[in-house]
């Protein structure tokens, strides 16, 4: 007993086990809300660190753009300028198309000019400064791909002494244009283009053109070294030596495009390859070029050099390389502004740091997404919990049901589906306890309506075989009559579970009903006539109605319930009418029996269609009949497609009316065979 009882405890209602965690809504619920969480939180997180890579990315982009265009900018400044003296108003200009703050200060962080000083309150200097401005040492990675740099990191723009007269520049603008007249009279395009120093050189528009025919058109003048850049070239080779002499090592002299002459020195020392031969447009005429290459070509296949002394290697030609670039940025130095640190920021604030997935980020990531699907997790759990208490409870009460035991309403919550589901349970249930009860009241109506006739045939017979009563014809008659009403009762019995059960055979043929209450008012005009009730038809105004696809004997029938019950309820001195007529719509054909009776209780209207419903509850059978009547004319109604209702109102009167479709004039002209019959479902 005691195990029973602890298996009873595992188990739910009406011995069922409670579905596992895995399989339950609830769990499912939560399984669903927890996978949408994720799912929900990794898109989001994905879509917010690719978004946010790409905005910062565009953004460095830009912001990168625009710091290389305004270093640029400032370094062509310190190239052409000695100081910064006059630098404010290009810094301005900076400032206002940039949108940034522009702070220059010297290597020691003293302010030489603050694009936002005087305008309002600014932040201090970051720590790091966002360039260094020198032009004798370029950052590369600022420097605009359109800005040549050497390997020197020497500006191209200082040129300091080399920068040409404007005498000087004329002169050789004028040889370099003969130049380019002869070179395009020749089919090659070429242009003329002024370096930095003001000295006008030839640029070819395309690199596959004939080199014999270009020395062809180059002029010696515009190739020519001019006293200025002669006077600067010395100076230039004069801190070059001083530096070679430091080292131990020969002189080097330069040409105008800092390249160097091949030289032999003594002693073997310095044996290898040495400095490139410039072309004739870099300094050097054509005749010096071809004697340089037949030299190099004579030496190369004899093996031996010119002289005693081997070629100097390439250990010389990088010292001369590094001393020519030290003197070059000697020499430049009076003629460019100091180096400036460059400090670029936003207008008047501290950088806004970038996105940066730090290990205390990742954290701080990691614990927003555990707290946002904690919360989703315990609130899929309320929400869950509280769908499914109330079908839990429906689930109970639907198993009591079954089980035949009383169910208490279920409770009803808030207006959405699931209470209106536990409403929708609810009517159920108490629809389905009047229909019990409409059961049990039917069996015991059933049962006394059979007693009735019964009881009094074999009291008769009893009496009889007792020799109490004489079997005469007046003996015969009464039990005749109990034998009719009880044939009576199981007929309307039988066509009444005949019809509920859909097996109510109908033989429809069209059917005017002006004619079929002329013959139902006829049958029943004694019956009305003997119970003091005047019995008329009303004819329908215009035309007569249409015919209906009726059974004209189960029509009749319905009919004639529904007059029976009128003249039974109506007074001596009272009047029942039986009127035809279409309805407004004109798709259906009405007949409405009318009385002057008694009428129905209000309270009694809706139960009046119902079995063995009978207003007097004493089922007295000289003021009433067995209470299937008006259920039959129901059922009959319903067979044929039409619908049966009544108004009453107590004291004046009652009318009922049948309602059934109209035939059309397709339905009239379709054959129908004699024998057809129409099986009437439920």
Not at 216 to 245: I, M, N, P
Not at 515 to 544: F, K, M
Request: aromatic residues 4%; hydrophobic residues 40%; negative net charge.
């Amino acid at each position: 007993m005691r195990r029973r009882d602890e298996r009873a405890g595992r188990t739910g209602p009406a011995g069922r086990t409670r579905l596992p965690l895995r399989k339950s809504l609830l769990g499912r619920l939560l399984t669903v809300s927890a996978l949408v969480a994720s799912c929900s939180v990794a898109a989001t997180a994905w879509l917010a660190v690719q978004t946010t890579s790409v905005a910062i990315r565009q953004e460095q982009g830009r912001n990168l753009s625009t710091d290389a265009r305004i270093y640029d900018t400032l370094l062509g400044y310190a190239a052409g300028h000695p100081d910064w003296a006059g630098v404010d108003g290009t810094v301005r200009d900076l400032a206002r198309e940039s949108g940034r703050r522009i702070v220059l200060t010297t290597e020691d962080r003293q302010p030489l000019l603050d694009s936002a000083a005087g305008t309002a309150p600014v932040a201090e200097l970051p720590t790091q400064a966002s360039a260094v401005v020198d032009p004798l040492s370029v950052d590369t990675v600022l420097v605009p791909d359109a800005v040549p740099v050497g390997t020197d990191r020497v500006d191209p723009r200082a040129v300091g002494p080399f920068l040409l007269p404007a005498k000087e520049r004329t002169v050789l603008r004028r040889a370099t244009a003969r130049s380019a007249e002869c070179l395009a009279g020749m089919g090659i395009a070429a242009d003329v283009v002024d370096s930095p120093s003001g000295r006008p050189w030839v640029r070819f528009v395309s690199d596959g053109t004939d080199r014999d025919r270009e020395l062809k058109c180059l002029s010696v003048d515009g190739a020519a070294t001019t006293a200025t850049e002669e006077k600067a070239l010395r100076a230039l080779e004069q801190l070059a030596d001083a530096c070679l002499k430091r080292q131990g090592r020969t002189g080097v002299k330069l040409n105008l495009d800092l390249s160097w002459d091949r030289g032999y020195g003594q002693e073997g020392t310095d044996v290898g390859s040495s400095a490139p031969v410039p072309v004739p447009e870099t300094g050097i005429t054509k005749e010096e070029a071809i004697e340089r290459r037949m030299a190099e070509d004579k030496a190369a296949a004899a093996g031996t050099t010119d002289g005693a002394a081997q070629a100097r290697g390439s250990g010389y030609d990088r010292a001369v390389a590094a001393c020519v670039g030290s003197a070059r940025r000697e020499q430049l130095t009076a003629y460019v502004a100091a180096p400036a640190l460059l400090f670029i920021d936003g207008p008047g604030a501290v950088s806004v740091p970038g996105f940066d997935l730090s290990p205390a980020n990742t954290a701080r990531i990691a614990g927003v997404t555990a707290l946002v699907l904690a919360l989703t997790v315990g609130a899929s759990v309320i929400a869950g919990t509280r769908l499914v208490r109330p079908l839990h409870a429906l689930t109970g009460a639907a198993q009591r049901m079954r089980d035949g035991l009383d169910s208490a309403p279920v409770p009803v919550g808030p207006d959405n589906e699931i209470g209106r589901l536990a409403l929708a349970f609810n009517d159920m249930a108490a629809h389905r306890t009047r229909l019990e009860e409409q059961r049990k009241v039917m069996v015991s109506d059933v049962a006394h309506e059979l007693r009735t006739p019964l009881s009094n045939i074999r009291g008769w017979l009893e009496a009889a075989h007792d020799g109490l009563a004489e079997p005469d014809p007046a003996f015969v008659s009464s039990l005749l009559d109990e034998a009719v009403q009880l044939q009576h009762l199981i007929n309307d019995l039988q066509d009444l579970g005949a019809a509920e059960a859909g097996a109510l055979r109908l033989h429809l043929e069209p059917v005017f009903v002006d004619d079929l209450l002329g013959q139902v008012a006829a049958a029943h005009q004694a019956p009305a006539e003997t119970a003091g009730v005047t019995l008329e038809v009303a004819t329908a105004p215009g035309s007569p109605p249409p015919p209906v696809e009726a059974d004209p004997v189960r029509l009749r029938q319905a009919v004639s319930n529904l007059l029976s019950n009128a003249v039974r309820h109506t007074p001596p001195g009272g009047r029942v009418t039986l009127r035809p007529y279409v309805t407004k719509g004109g798709d259906e054909v009405a007949v409405e029996v009318s009385d002057t009776g008694s009428g129905i209780p209000a309270g009694d209207v809706p139960h009046v269609f119902d079995r063995f419903w009978r207003a007097e509850k004493s089922r007295n059978r000289s003021t009433g009949g067995s209470g299937l009547g008006l259920a039959i004319v129901l059922k009959l109604a319903e067979a044929h497609g039409g619908t049966v209702s009544v108004t009453s109102t107590e004291g004046q009167g009652s009318v009922f009316t049948l309602r059934l479709p109209a035939m059309t004039d397709e339905d009239a002209e379709r054959p129908k065979a004699d024998d057809e019959e129409t099986a009437v479902r439920p």
